[in-house]
């Protein structure tokens, strides 16, 4: 509608890498030039080193903008860091974030990224055929954790009742003891009562 009406928006950032122009920032601006059947826009392009300075750059862009990246946002842009090998401290410095925050960003996404390989090599093994070590190879991943995430579920299924029942005897044992103990306690002092006031009736 912006586009419809006459005004002019910001230029799109765009940077020639590996002989391609990739598109840096600007998306639903270029997607509104389309839908307005705009052949020619303007358009400024910046100078990448690799593709770690492009994935920078495009953050960059958008935290100034009118819609900051969100937390899934952040943590999308560490991972492509984290597959190219950047370091922590190197991701927080790309990012403008304080090293605390890169910390914390870092850990929570390599956890994501392990658990997804997990996952995916689970798959392999348990729809794929593979085996644990072929899958774990495959993968990238620790081939006993993968042992554990495959036989564990197997484990509970098959220990569970026993387990429960076990648990479900000590407690109702435990229960019944403290509630004899109490009883008695009971009992006890009613009957210490009684005789106090016989005693002082007597007297």
Do not use: C
Not at 168 to 176: A, I, M, P
């Amino acid at each position: 509608e912006l586009i419809e009406n006459g005004v002019k928006l910001p230029p799109i950032k765009v940077t020639w890498l590996d002989g391609r122009l990739v598109m840096i920032d600007g998306r639903h601006r270029k997607e509104a030039y389309e839908l307005n059947n705009r052949v020619e826009v303007e358009a400024v392009i910046v100078e990448v080193a690799n593709e770690t300075d492009l994935i920078a750059q495009a953050y960059e862009a958008n935290v100034g903008g009118a819609l900051p990246p969100s937390r899934q946002d952040t943590e999308h842009t560490v991972m492509l860091l984290l597959e190219r090998q950047e370091s922590k401290k190197r991701i927080g410095e790309l990012l403008g974030l304080p090293v605390g925050m890169a910390r914390r960003y870092v850990s929570e996404v390599q956890s994501k990224m392990t658990r997804s390989k997990i996952q995916r090599a689970a798959a392999s093994v348990t729809d794929g055929g593979l085996t644990v070590n072929k899958a774990a190879e495959q993968h990238g991943v620790d081939p006993e954790k993968l042992k554990e995430i495959l036989s564990g579920p197997r484990r509970k299924h098959k220990q569970g009742i026993a387990d429960t029942q076990r648990a479900l005897t000590k407690l109702y044992r435990s229960v019944s003891q403290k509630n004899a103990s109490a009883l008695r306690r009971m009992v006890e002092k009613f009957d210490d009562a009684q005789g106090t006031l016989r005693e002082r009736f007597d007297t």
